[in-house]
């Protein structure tokens, strides 16, 4: 908003926020619980480091943290309506026929044993095992910027093979166990159900190939999708040919086929991906034409893809 006074900017955000929390309201039953809801989100987006209950108690003026306890816990609401209502909000800003979803996981490491998924597994966030959580995502990626428009938790077989757990972290008692590929699966399906406008799809190697492939070919969707170093890869109707694993192909291309792109700053600087960019790599859409990756992408969209 340039050029705008701040005492305009704050009453958009004001604005933008009793928007937002008149759109929740539909969820709750009961007023007041539509009230400590909105003073959740308040405390969520307030400046404190550390998100606690006592902190966001104290925000709201609540003398402890039992009602901001009760909307995540006791509370009756439908989590799976708000993953909606937050979709459809970002497609009111973001809706673009050419966008991208990229699918990724994160971790959210934990000391406990308690938190519904935790356990030893390997997380990008901490580059190696640890006891942590797991979460899939979907991003929804456009000229216009970008925002998450879905999530799944992902279970580990020690938790769904162990009903008693399972009871006590109030999992839904037909959740069984499910491959971060198969909620992936779910998330562009659902997406694709909810007539999500999108051109493609972008991943990394966990989820390359098999279903997610085969679900978005059936669909006519474009996708980028990594792949490991000893996947095979062979080329068609091209004057240099190429077939081999994609780690020997990559060794052997020489300097020139690549360019390094930053996807933004980290707190060690520039964050620098080598990309084989400036050679045109085609991929074929199921229902549209010739795709060359990155001319026909803006840099916006090539540094979210790479984040």
């Not at 705008?4 to 928007?19: K, M, P």
């Not at 709750?28 to 480091?49: H, P």
């Not at 909307?71 to 050419?98: C, H, K, P, S």
């Not at 969707?221 to 490991?228: E, Q, R």
Request: proline share 4%.
């Amino acid at each position: 908003m340039a050029g705008a006074s701040i005492e305009a900017t704050l009453e958009l955000w004001a604005s933008s926020l009793r928007d937002v929390k008149a759109r929740l309201r539909s969820l709750f039953t009961q007023e007041r619980v539509a009230a400590s809801a909105g003073l959740f989100l308040d405390g969520l987006l307030g400046d404190e480091r550390r998100k606690t209950g006592w902190m966001r108690a104290e925000a709201a003026g609540d003398p402890g943290p039992w009602r901001q306890q009760a909307i995540l816990g006791r509370g009756r609401w439908n989590a799976d309506d708000l993953r909606d209502m937050v979709r459809d909000y970002a497609l009111e800003t973001l809706a673009d026929d050419d966008a991208v979803l990229v699918i990724d996981e994160t971790g959210f490491l934990k000391q406990g044993k308690a938190s519904c998924g935790v356990g030893r597994q390997y997380t990008g966030s901490a580059g190696k095992i640890t006891n942590c959580q797991i979460g899939v995502f979907g991003c929804y990626v456009s000229q216009r910027g970008y925002a998450f428009i879905d999530r799944a938790l992902y279970l580990p077989k020690a938790w769904t093979d162990d009903p008693t757990r399972m009871t006590a972290a109030h999992v839904p008692a037909k959740t069984s166990f499910a491959t971060k590929t198969a909620l992936a699966c779910a998330m562009i399906e659902r997406t694709i159900a909810a007539k999500v406008p999108f051109g493609w799809v972008a991943a990394d190697s966990v989820y390359g190939v098999g279903a997610v492939e085969t679900v978005l070919r059936r669909a006519g969707k474009g996708y980028v999708l990594g792949v490991s170093s000893d996947h095979s890869v062979h080329s068609w109707g091209k004057a240099r040919p190429i077939a081999g694993t994609a780690g020997a192909i990559a060794q052997d291309l020489p300097a020139s086929d690549w360019t390094r792109l930053s996807a933004g700053e980290g707190t060690k600087g520039a964050r620098l991906h080598c990309e084989r960019l400036s050679l045109t790599i085609n991929v074929r859409s199921m229902t549209g034409p010739i795709w060359s990756w990155p001319t026909s992408m803006p840099p916006n969209m090539v540094a979210a893809i790479l984040a």
